[in-house]
């Protein structure tokens, strides 16, 4: 069982930057693909990034390509979403997802490979 945590959501000028950071429970981190999804209002939840157990292997919507960096610190039991060059646009609540991966290398990008969500943190850009 893995419990997700995210933080660092909030309110920014479009332009802006903002980092999101999810910190997962146990001692196992290390051990899980790590993905960032988003839900607008109205919309369904859609993939953001994802990352590999090793974090060497990275993968991205088209929309954020550019902008956005998933990273992970399998130390701090942490994954991190950098936003710069936010847009309106990308309100939404973010939500950090985990699954065991296959192996260092495995990365997923469907919503319903993943088995663990954390609770969501709000991004707001405005105009």
């Known amino acids: 069982q893995v419990q997700l945590v995210e933080s660092g959501g909030g309110l920014v000028e479009a332009g802006g930057s903002l980092r999101l950071s999810c910190t997962a429970s146990?001692?196992?981190?290390?051990?899980?693909?790590m993905g960032w999804f988003r839900q607008a209002p109205g919309k369904e939840r859609e993939f953001v990034a994802a990352?590999?157990?090793?974090?060497?292997?990275?993968d991205y919507t088209a929309s954020v390509k550019g902008r956005f960096t998933i990273s992970r610190d399998n130390a701090k039991n942490t994954v991190y979403l950098q936003m710069n060059s936010l847009k309106v646009e990308d309100t939404a609540v973010y939500y950090c997802?985990?699954?065991?991966?296959?192996?260092?290398?495995?990365?997923?990008?469907?919503?319903?490979?993943?088995?663990?969500w954390g609770q969501g943190t709000q991004v707001t850009v405005s105009s």
């Open positions: 997802a985990a699954r065991l991966g296959a192996s260092s290398s495995s990365y997923y990008v469907k919503l319903e490979s993943y088995a663990y």
């Open positions: 146990g001692r196992t981190f290390s051990m899980y693909a």
């Open positions: 990352i590999s157990l090793s974090g060497i292997i990275t």
